[in-house]
């Protein structure tokens, strides 16, 4: 996982870069979003890391596929992952250019991830709280996640807070056999 981010980080930077210096980070970040999703399918992301397929019927089948979603620089952004046979880590690229706009931008993204699912009110405190410990302005993704119990697990960049009741049996666990 590392490597792959390792690998992604010069592209995420010089998209970024470039959406800044065109004012296009939202675009970029949607595009680059779209192109993630596509290439969670398992058969194109065979079809982009497969040495034998033929790049320029890839691209023109992979822009295809894309069509009016990618325009301009992001399209050529694309054909350049596809030529370097970088298409794979747009994921990792897609996450890494949301990461640079959230710090350029002032805020922070929060991954929540909750047993049932969080009313209004609940995400109020849960933004209050994160905005309250990093001193930025906090956007929430909240998912449902039911192998957690009960509770919340929290993610802010490369901080944690597990406060499920699937986290604090494991660490309990880990307690009774130490």
Not at 61 to 67: G, I, K, V
Not at 89 to 108: C, P, S, T
Request: hydrophobic residues 45%; proline residues 2%.
């Amino acid at each position: 996982m590392a490597e792959l981010t390792t690998l992604a980080r010069p592209y995420a930077v010089a998209a970024y870069q470039r959406a800044k210096e065109t004012g296009t980070a939202a675009q970029w970040a949607d595009a680059l979003a779209f192109v993630a999703a596509v290439m969670d399918d398992p058969r194109i992301l065979a079809a982009a890391s497969n040495p034998k397929t033929q790049r320029e019927a890839f691209t023109r089948a992979f822009l295809d596929l894309c069509q009016g979603r990618l325009e301009g620089e992001t399209g050529n952004f694309v054909r350049l992952l596809i030529q370097n046979r970088r298409l794979g880590l747009a994921k990792h690229i897609a996450e890494q250019f949301r990461e640079y706009k959230a710090e350029d931008e002032g805020y922070v993204e929060v991954d929540v991830a909750s047993a049932y699912p969080l009313e209004e009110s609940e995400q109020s405190k849960v933004v209050a709280a994160v905005e309250g410990f990093l001193k930025k302005k906090a956007h929430l993704r909240v998912t449902v996640d039911a192998s957690l119990i009960g509770g919340v697990y929290i993610r802010a960049g490369d901080r944690v807070i597990d406060a499920s009741v699937r986290g604090q049996i494991e660490r309990l666990t880990k307690s009774l056999w130490n």
